[in-house]
């Protein structure tokens, strides 16, 4: 049972960056979805387990950065030009890929998630 373990997050004017990592499983490919109060969970950002194909939410192009470092096992969301909308909880999500090539854009297609951690933008 893999178990994904989330830091970073808090609290940033808009305008501002944070960042926010997550334990990342070898062979495993990662993802970041957020909750608003209220909202459905919602993706922001994904990448395959050899981290070389990335894709990203419409709200979040051009913004955050999905990355990992396979060595040491993490995964990264950096998130610059932060808006008032991106607050919320973030959760990183893991599942296995039948290759390299593969990430995953849903939900429902993640199978293991972090416990989730607060970023909040004020204005």
């Known amino acids: 049972q893999v178990n994904l373990v989330q830091s970073g997050g808090g609290l940033v004017q808009a305008g501002g960056s944070l960042s926010l990592s997550c334990v990342s499983p070898?062979?495993?490919?990662m993802g970041w979805f957020r909750q608003a109060t209220g909202k459905d969970r919602e993706f922001v950002a994904a990448?395959?387990?050899?981290?070389?194909?990335?894709g990203y939410g419409d709200s979040v192009k051009g913004r955050f950065t999905i990355s990992r470092d396979s060595a040491n096992r993490t995964l990264f969301l950096q998130m610059d030009n932060l808006k008032l909308e991106d607050t919320g909880v973030y959760y990183c999500?893991?599942?296995?890929?039948?290759?390299?090539?593969?990430?995953?854009?849903?939900?429902?297609?993640?199978?293991?998630w972090g416990q989730g951690t607060q970023v909040t933008v004020s204005s």
């Open positions: 990448i395959n387990w050899a981290g070389t194909s990335t």
């Open positions: 999500a893991a599942r296995r890929a039948p290759s390299s090539g593969y990430y995953y854009l849903r939900t429902v297609e993640y199978d293991t």
């Open positions: 070898r062979r495993y490919a």
